[in-house]
């Protein structure tokens, strides 16, 4: 399968700062991406979808003034959580769809907040 | 956002026995997803299904999708301490992935030797 890659794999930051986190489609062009996160013990939510050259798509109750998406290139999504205070941490997850229906998912970042 | 209604939550079960999970919505899906999560990981693609009615294997793992679109099952067959993690169901509206997934809310499987 394709392969995603996030970075960091983790990161530990003061509260009022921002964190930007990067996915990247490896080996193939990604026009969609999204972003998901997941709470302990719980399952993955969508934040919102990442279209290149255009702006994101941001799911009911998902704050777009904090959690800024950019899709600069077929290849790179980024998001930028601002402000973050602790309970923005948690496990954020990006995936790049496939051509005939599914996602790869990439390993995840895992964000706390202190 | 929406989830499906995945089952079990959890299963204990022995090394060498069949599993068996299932997910149900209330809405179609073009598309239904299999994910297997380890800890500290990210989602990993087991199965995915395109057709009403399609059974796809996947080595030792068989996964339908319902007639009516609305549920799908995976079976596991000969467990072993690998399989160990949580399966996610994922449903997908658009069949092309231009939406987002929607989401079960998993199954643990924990094997004990």
């Known amino acids: 399968g394709a392969v995603v890659s996030q970075h960091p794999s983790w990161v530990i930051c003061k509260s009022g700062t921002s964190v930007k986190i990067e996915c990247r489609s490896l080996?193939?062009?990604?026009?969609?991406m999204f972003w998901y996160r997941q709470f302990p013990k719980q399952s993955l939510m969508l934040m919102a979808t990442?279209?290149?050259?255009?702006?994101?798509?941001?799911e009911q109750g998902v704050e777009k003034d904090k959690f800024l998406i950019n899709h600069a290139s077929l290849t790179l999504s980024t998001l930028t959580v601002t402000s973050a205070h602790p309970e923005d941490s948690s496990f954020y997850i990006c995936?790049?769809?496939?051509?005939?229906?599914?996602?790869?998912f990439g390993p995840g970042t895992r964000l706390t907040v202190l | 956002g929406q989830q499906l209604n995945q089952s079990p939550q959890s299963m204990f079960i022995q090394e060498g026995e069949d599993v068996s999970m299932n997910c149900t919505s209330s809405?179609?899906?073009?598309?239904w997803l299999w994910y297997k999560q380890e800890p500290g990981e990210g989602p990993v693609l087991l199965i995915a299904?395109?057709?009403?009615?399609e059974l796809t294997s996947n080595g030792r793992l068989t996964a339908q999708f319902g007639i009516t679109r609305k549920d799908s099952f995976l079976n596991i067959s000969a467990s072993i301490p690998s399989d160990v993690g949580i399966y996610f169901c994922?449903?997908?509206?658009?069949?092309?992935?231009?939406?987002?997934?929607?989401f079960g809310k998993g199954t643990h499987l924990i094997i004990q030797p």
């Open positions: 994922a449903g997908d509206y658009s069949g092309g992935g231009a939406d987002g997934l929607t």
């Open positions: 995936s790049a769809k496939f051509d005939y229906g599914g996602q790869f």
């Open positions: 080996d193939f062009q990604a026009t969609t």
């Open positions: 990442s279209n290149e050259g255009s702006k994101a798509t941001y």
């Open positions: 299904l395109y057709k009403a009615g």
């Open positions: 809405s179609i899906f073009n598309t």
